[in-house]
Nanobody, 124 residues
Framework: QVQLVESGGGLVQAGGSLRLSCAAS????????VGWFRQAPGKEREFVSG????????LYADSVKGRSTISRDNAKSTMYLQVNSLKPEDTGVYYC?????????????????WGQGTQVTVSS
């Protein structure tokens, strides 16, 4: 079955950086767009960043634009998210997701498979 496994979360001080990874199995990774979402306590899950199947197109939420980089390695079936200048409002559970889509989008409904999430906590 399809599995998406996130790693790299943890406790980070404000201003710091982290790199999240998402390892995929059970699907043809290179055929799927993949993305990152996050959910803070008491809030809805929100889009953070996405990357097309080829890696040629990327999308970022305004909240992380300019301080985040999403990338993928199709040979390793793995996606990455580098986030710099972390802020307390970046705190939440980060989920990776995969979707078969022709055009990269940010809506949760467009993603078919989801990981279990990794906790990111940014202290002030």
């Amino acid at each position: 079955q399809v599995q998406l496994v996130e790693s790299g979360g943890g406790l980070v001080q404000a201003g710091g950086s982290l790199r999240l990874s998402c390892a995929a199995s059970g699907l043809t990774f290179s055929s799927y767009a993949v993305g990152w979402f996050r959910q803070a306590p008491g809030k809805e899950r929100e889009f953070v960043s996405g990357i097309s199947w080829s890696g040629s197109s990327t999308l970022y939420a305004d909240s992380v634009k300019g301080r985040s980089t999403i990338s993928r390695d199709n040979a390793k079936s793995t996606m990455y998210l580098q986030v710099n200048s972390l802020k307390p409002e970046d705190t939440g559970v980060y989920y990776c997701a995969a979707g078969a889509m022709l055009r990269l989008v940010s809506t949760t409904q467009s993603y078919d498979y989801w990981g279990q999430g990794t906790q990111v906590t940014v202290s002030s």
